[in-house]
């Protein structure tokens, strides 16, 4: 089931005023996936990216941090990311590389759960980098407990795009086969959150 089917709970959580922000999270809605996928199971880090495409985007600082290789990749656009993508293809013809859906990218953050998240709330500090426990800056990839799947950093570090072009009404209409987003539209989405978010991600 994607999308959010109790909206107070996540209410709850955001800062006043803001509660605009999540109404296209419903309604909650049945998605079938009829194809298997694979997915990273961290963000695209700086030594990735920069073996790949031989550039160092982003903020110079974390470029000389002696972790950068850990470091997740930022300040990246989708158009980066596609190019990122055909360059890997081109080097590895076995696999086909590209954006997870937003449907599929929510199925993995979710992990088989129900629910909001696939831990407790409480739980959050031991799988996110967010604004109380990040010091408002990026961290290594990895450095946060996985999610059931084996997956880290779904949530908080950093923003992740997905394939599909955004429309705020798209989760009333959206098909339940591989839904892979509006045709067309003037914003890609992304996901997760960052180190610099509150509580809800």
């Keep these: 089931i ?9 209410l709850f959580e955001l800062p006043d005023g803001e509660s605009m922000r999540i109404q296209d999270e419903a309604p909650a809605h049945k998605v079938v ?3 298997p996928f694979y997915l990273g199971q961290t963000e695209v880090t700086q030594a990735q990216w920069h073996t790949v495409m031989n550039t160092r985007p982003g903020p110079e600082a ?6 950068w290789q850990q470091l997740p990749v930022v300040s990246v656009s989708w158009h980066d990311i596609q190019h990122y993508l055909d360059t890997l293809n081109k080097r590895d013809s076995s696999t086909r590389y590209r954006l997870p859906t937003e449907a599929e990218w929510e199925y993995a953050a979710r992990a088989g759960s129900p629910g909001l998240r696939p831990f407790p709330a409480g ?4 799988h996110a980098w ?3 426990n990040s010091d408002d ?3 290594p990839v990895a450095t946060r407990s996985p999610n059931p799947w084996g997956l880290h950093d779904m949530l908080g570090n950093v923003w992740e795009w997905t394939h599909d072009w955004y429309s705020s009404d798209y989760y009333t209409h959206s098909p339940a086969g591989m839904p892979r987003g509006p045709v067309t539209g003037d914003k890609k989405i992304r996901r997760g959150g960052s180190y610099h978010c509150q509580i809800h991600l």
Excluded: N
């Excluded at 739980?123 to 031991?126: A, F, G, N, Q």
């Design 2 to 10: 994607m999308g959010s089917a109790d909206l107070d709970e996540i």
């Design 130 to 132: 967010y604004i109380e």
């Design 123 to 126: 739980e959050l500090v031991k």
């Design 137 to 139: 800056t990026v961290q």
């Design 62 to 67: 974390h470029w000389r941090r002696a972790d």
């Design 33 to 35: 996936f009829t194809t």
